[in-house]
Nanobody, 126 residues
Framework: QVQLVESGGGLVQAGGSLRLSCAASGRTLSSYVMGWFRRAPGKEREIVAA????????YYADSVKGRFTISRDNAKNTVDLQMNSLKPEDTAVYYC???????????????????WGQGTQVTVSS
């Protein structure tokens, strides 16, 4: 089992920044991919970014490219999402997720992840 706990959400004005953090525990994550997802009101959950735990390969949704950065800290067992130039449309509950890495086709999909955090609210005001 993998336990994931997100932190860092909050309220920010458009153009501002927030940094989300996901603390992982329970097992060695060297073969895992870590993802950040979000669900906005009335919309389906979508992937925001993902990173392979043991490498540097990353994936970003087109809507966040150039604004968000995913990173991991092996020593702390955390995966962070730095969000800059935030827009009102970024408002959502953000979730951290983990899965054994089976290729990027699976890692880019919502249903390829086995473990999920409880979510943290991000609200961007206009």
């Amino acid at each position: 089992q993998v336990q994931l706990v997100e932190s860092g959400g909050g309220l920010v004005q458009a153009g501002g920044s927030l940094r989300l953090s996901c603390a992982a525990s329970g097992r060695t994550l060297s073969s895992y991919v870590m993802g950040w997802f979000r669900r906005a009101p009335g919309k389906e959950r979508e992937i925001v970014a993902a990173i392979i735990w043991s490498g540097s390969n990353t994936y970003y949704a087109d809507s966040v490219k150039g604004r968000f950065t995913i990173s991991r800290d092996n020593a702390k067992n955390t995966v962070d999402l730095q969000m800059n130039s935030l827009k009102p449309e970024d408002t959502a509950v953000y979730y951290c997720a983990a899965a054994l890495f089976r290729g990027w086709d699976t890692a880019r999909g919502t249903y390829g992840y086995d473990y999920w955090g409880q979510g943290t609210q991000v609200t961007v005001s206009s």
